[in-house]
């Protein structure tokens, strides 16, 4: 046992460098805490980025067999692509199952900075009305804290990340620490005024995680467009080149890629977590590496997964798990309800050059508010994300030159996608699979989610009110969609161990450390106690930070 | 510039070989009698695995390279249907004061495409060709690829355009077959065209990276002119 164990006992191991793992690490060794950042792939460089290489020099032009072969799940997300797709994990090595009539769209990065590499930037503030809506519409339970306790720590991390965004004093959305924003099209603003008018509802240029002025040494948006294959400006915020960077140039933090964490290790008379076992990727040598505390920031399922992967005789169910709940209460947007149209009087043609606008527009959810009251079908409420820009015309018909002409012309394209709150939820949770394991011999998940009936009327809703919106912005050929895609697709998984103050009823308490192990934290989006319908990536680096304030005054006062 | 993989070093990344610290035969019983369907579906094993490293694009290849190797054979089409596609992508995006589908090579990018492309959208390719073919013999006499220019146009052109459905012949308002096998070969030889280095410039672009950032709307009127 002794054997694969590393020397160095460290003072926290942090799981996952991604948008919360980078933060824990940044956070804790600029404290002066020694940590161990462990990532389960290979380091990354801006020498592999490929947002410049032109999309016909891709051999199959994004329709490659080995994509098809090796991410056949992966591939369900636009951003996992020809040119990168060995960021993405490949399918044949991750197994996880799911019931037959319950699919579910697993979609994750093994590579230094994990999904930060290629997230799609939305960085959107929960609001009261979000952290309190149990109590609003009775359904569920409150999160254990209030908007105010978050706040400052959302300035922390917008200061240091950098968004775009512009102020609208709407309670729905809090503002906060925003670079300037970027402007909107022509149909963008046509649309925007449209339903502000006839509805009183807001639509704002997206707040994202890009730079409109240089921050920090990176310089601001080239406005190349397809981000999600990496910046070589580092213009978005990707962990990396940003809050693991700097966690490393403190000379407190140690990072060890190509280890895949297979479970906590346990000084069970001590009941303290006294390090991780991981797998090289490679090698698939097993190792041991000790530390005063573990944060676990995985992602909300892979995190769950190694607690369920840590049972012990006390924690028969999984480690931290008296409660019974870990892995249960997944959430992930529903996503699937909305509009396309076109404005035909708008004569603008499209452009194949840049700038190309890294974001989009987002209408502020409007259901279910304190100002517009108690909607009669559903409880809780959506937001859209959509744009309005020319593109080229394909679709044209005819042949010849005259269609070579058609195709220039363009349409100026407008569409409106909700995402929708998904109800935290008991019987939607993951498990270990008795009989499944990943290439490297650790137990896999099986993940069991269904959206449900309050989902399937948020979408029906949004089809809804998104025609009449493109209705009173003027555009025409409005096409409606009120389905309710795959759990999984929106790529907001949280929830898996949600936070209270009860030790009974919640996993961690309310700073994310386990009620049931002091010194064993979960930083990632496990925690959460409901979805919202805002983008979690900046709550969850929010929440992380503040843990991780927590966790540096409890180790300062020798309580771990 | 070549990027050197992070595992470059470790053989056994290198190779793709399955460690033999992996128990194979447990990874196949565990598939076997796994309790719940995978969410991979039955078609896939571990045995396929293969290791991370860089894609093709990361390592900064041109996989566009085979476009213009004189030594080219086509991967999947024969040769009467490797004429017949491009004398078709030639009538339906011809060379004008810019090249067109011939010149953009787009025969042999569908032929690579439909080489890794399943059996039934193969089928549907080949099968739209040699429709193309029968009725250019039952109505013209002869083969797609020998008719006059003009008459490939007199041939596709009721295919090229929404139909009109005709009430005084009392006609059923079907899925027009024709029409189907038409679009789905225009489509295809559309996206190769503008996909491709020639069918990207045809639309302006210009190869810069950079052109200054995003101005939006600047226009103080609501209708935008």
């Keep these: ?560 | 510039m070549k990027v050197r993989s992070h595992d470059a070093a470790d053989p056994a990344a290198r190779s793709g070989h399955p460690s033999p610290l992996i128990n194979r035969r447990d990874l196949v019983r565990a598939a076997l009698f796994a309790s719940a369907a995978s969410a991979l579906g039955p078609a896939f094993s571990f045995a396929q695995a293969v290791s991370s490293g860089l894609t093709a694009a990361a390592l900064g290849e041109d996989g566009s390279k085979f476009l213009t190797d004189p030594n080219w054979k086509a991967a999947f089409l024969n040769d009467q249907q490797n004429e017949t596609l491009i004398a078709l992508s030639d009538v339906i995006i011809p060379a004008t004061a810019t090249p067109g589908a011939k010149e953009a090579m787009v025969n042999r990018y569908l032929d690579l495409l439909l080489s890794v492309q399943p059996a039934e959208f193969q089928r549907q390719f080949v099968d739209a060709l040699a429709f193309i073919d029968s009725e250019s013999r039952k109505q013209l006499g002869k083969d797609f690829r020998a008719l006059a220019p003009s008459d490939q146009v007199w041939l596709l052109t009721p295919w090229a355009y929404p139909r009109q459905p005709s009430h005084w012949m009392e006609q059923e308002d079907r899925p027009d077959p024709a029409q189907e096998h038409f679009e789905r070969l225009k489509a295809l030889i559309a996206s190769a065209y503008y996909g491709s280095e020639i069918g990207q410039k045809e639309l302006g672009w210009d190869g810069s990276i950079f052109h200054g950032p995003y101005q939006g709307c600047e226009h103080s009127t609501t209708t935008h002119s």
């Design chain 1, 1 to 560: 046992m002794a054997q694969g164990v590393l020397q160095q006992t460290y003072d926290a191991i942090v799981v996952g460098s991604g948008a919360t793992g980078g933060w824990a690490a940044k956070r804790l060794s600029e404290a002066g805490l020694k940590v161990a950042l462990l990532e389960a792939g290979r380091a990354v460089t801006e020498k592999e980025f490929t947002e410049h290489m032109p999309s016909f020099q891709l051999k199959y032009r994004n329709h490659s067999p080995e994509v098809m072969r090796t991410r056949p799940i992966q591939r369900q997300c636009y951003a996992c692509m020809e040119y990168n797709y060995e960021w993405f994990v490949n399918d044949l090595e991750n197994p996880y199952s799911t019931p037959p009539d319950r699919p579910f769209t697993w979609q994750r990065l093994r590579v230094l900075g994990g999904r930060s590499l290629v997230w799609g930037r939305q960085s959107y503030r929960l609001s009261d009305v979000d952290f309190k809506a149990a109590s609003r519409d009775g359904y569920d339970v409150d999160w254990p804290f209030s908007y105010a306790d978050l706040a400052t720590f959302y300035d922390i991390v917008e200061r240091y990340v950098g968004i775009t965004g512009a102020a609208e004093q709407n309670e729905m959305l809090p503002d906060g620490q925003f670079l300037p924003p970027m402007s909107m099209s022509c149909g963008e603003v046509r649309l925007r005024d449209g339903i502000k008018k006839k509805f009183g509802r807001t639509l704002t240029i997206g707040r994202a995680a890009v730079l409109t002025q240089p921050l920090n040494g990176r310089p601001a948006c080239h406005y190349c467009g397809p981000c999600e294959r990496g910046c070589r400006t580092f213009s978005y915020f990707s962990s990396p080149f940003t809050t693991v960077k700097d966690a490393l140039k403190t000379g407190n933090c140690t990072l060890i890629t190509d280890a895949i964490v297979s479970h906590v290790d346990m000084d069970e008379g001590a009941n303290k977590a006294q390090g991780v076992t991981f797998v090289h990727r490679a090698t698939k040598e097993t190792r041991q590496i000790r530390a005063k505390s573990v944060i676990l920031c995985a992602q909300a399922l892979e995190s769950t997964r190694i607690l369920l992967n840590s049972s012990t005789r006390e924690y028969p169910k999984g480690l931290a798990n008296s409660s019974g709940l870990l892995g249960h209460y997944l959430m992930d947007h529903v996503v699937g309800g909305g509009a396309r149209g076109t404005f035909e009087d708008l004569k603008i043609p499209p452009n194949a050059n840049p700038p190309h606008r890294p974001n989009g527009i987002y209408v502020v959810r409007f259901r279910n508010t304190p100002a517009t009251g108690t909607h009669p079908h559903f409880i809780r409420g959506y937001g859209f994300q959509g744009g309005s820009s020319p593109s080229f015309n394909t679709g044209a018909p005819g042949m010849g030159a005259d269609y070579k002409k058609a195709v220039k012309l363009g349409t100026y394209e407008v569409s409106l996608g909700a995402f929708g709150e998904s109800l935290a939820n008991f019987d939607n949770f993951c498990e270990i699979d008795p009989d499944l394991k990943d290439a490297w011999g650790i137990p896999a998940l099986r993940i069991s989610m269904a959206h449900g009936k309050n989902e399937a009327a948020l979408m029906h809703d949004a089809g809804v009110t998104a025609a009449e919106m493109l209705e009173a912005g003027g555009a025409k050929n409005i096409h409606v969609t009120t389905g309710v895609e795959m759990p999984g697709m929106a790529i907001h998984e949280v929830g898996t161990a949600r936070m209270g103050n009860d030790a009974k009823k919640s996993v961690l308490n309310p700073f994310c450390q386990s009620h049931d192990v002091n010194n064993l934290f979960v930083g990632d989006g496990s925690c959460f106690v409901s979805s919202a319908c805002q983008n979690p990536t900046l709550t969850m680096m929010a929440i992380a930070v503040r843990a991780c304030d927590h966790l540096i005054e409890r180790f300062r006062r020798n309580e771990l």
